[in-house]
């Protein structure tokens, strides 16, 4: 096993995003709170779609230490129903209203593809756009991020979400998704998008050889000082190798943010964030005393 830990320089940016009326400092690494508003979502399903219960959620999210929360409405996994874009809006941005007027100096993310969802989002509030298609669902969406002026995250996906597990293939999946992310860079910088967080869509259209490839070459996407974001919370990379539930993943999920971090994460999406931040201080202490 190799941690590359040479060439980590995790806690060493200076940069930092700016999410609408909020700043986020990117020093140190932060984490994303997932509040799920889909029926159908494989962990959470379900729990959070009454009012209440998303405030109750949100508010235990930021005490236990999220610095963004990250709203999605649509379920990506292969064979979820598919819901219309009236559909999405409907169930995501009264919400986003609400918490975005509660929590006015949290960030919020909304995770779509859709360009319309995007423009209503940053008209209630939302900070920044998480697009897992990377634009790819909808060719107005980079025009729409780009009149929002705010962050996008450019996620890596092969694929559809429907067709995306059929049969991945890559003939160096790093290499690939490294140009992916250089030709990408380039379209969303000349659209006039520049603060771009980069994603590797971790079980985005590849097995499991291909997302543990990608973990452990994370740092190979360290790219002009884009901050990089990792999903892997409770995902099948660890419970089917594990042979568990996703119920069962939350310390498999800690080791690999730990790993995560070690190779140069500046953002972690998670489900569980009081887990999340004790491992960001324990990573922070082991590179605090590398140096
Ligand atoms: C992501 O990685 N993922 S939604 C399947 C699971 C567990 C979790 C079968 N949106 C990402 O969380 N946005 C999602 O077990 C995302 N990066 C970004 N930027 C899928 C998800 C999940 C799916």
């Known amino acids: 096993m190799s941690f590359r830990r040479d060439k980590i320089t995790p806690f060493s940016g200076n940069n930092s995003l700016q999410c609408g009326n909020n700043v986020l400092s990117l020093d140190n690494p932060l984490v994303m709170g997932i509040l799920n508003l889909t029926p159908d979502s494989f962990f959470d399903g379900g729990r959070y779609t009454g009012t209440d219960a998303c405030i ?8 236990e230490g999220a610095s963004i929360i990250d709203l999605g409405a649509v379920s990506t996994r292969p064979g979820a129903k598919f819901i219309t874009e009236q559909e999405e809006i409907s169930r995501l941005i009264p919400v986003l209203e609400l918490l975005a007027g509660r929590f006015p100096k949290m ?15 940053a008209a209630a509030g939302a900070g920044i756009i998480n697009d897992i298609s990377g634009g ?19 996620m890596h996906m092969q694929g559809t979400p429907v067709t995306m597990q059929d049969n991945p293939g890559y003939s160096d999946v790093v290499t690939e998704i490294s140009s992916y992310f250089d030709e990408k860079i380039r379209v969303l910088a000349e659209a006039g998008i520049k603060q771009v967080i980069l ?34 919370s409770r995902k099948s990379m660890i419970y089917k190798l594990l042979n568990i539930t996703p119920e069962e993943s939350l310390p498999a999920t800690s080791a690999l943010h730990l790993a995560s971090l ?23 202490m082991l590179s605090k005393a590398a140096d």
Do not use: W
């Not at 960030?107 to 989002?121: C, Q």
């Not at 669902?137 to 962050?151: C, F, H, R, S």
């Open 107 to 121: 960030v919020f993310s909304v995770d779509t593809y859709r360009s319309g969802v995007a423009r209503l989002s």
């Open 56 to 63: 109750a959620r949100t508010e235990k999210m930021i005490a």
């Open 199 to 232: 994603d590797p869509g971790f079980g985005f259209g590849k097995t499991i050889e291909h997302n543990y490839s990608l973990l452990n070459h994370l740092n190979i996407f360290k790219k002009a000082t884009l901050p990089l974001l990792v999903g892997i």
């Open 136 to 154: 790819s669902m909808d060719e107005n969406l980079i025009q729409a991020v780009t009149e929002t002026g705010l962050p996008y995250i450019l």
């Open 262 to 284: 070690l190779n140069g994460a500046d953002i972690l999406r998670v489900h569980d964030v009081k887990e999340a931040v004790e491992v960001i201080k324990l990573a922070g």
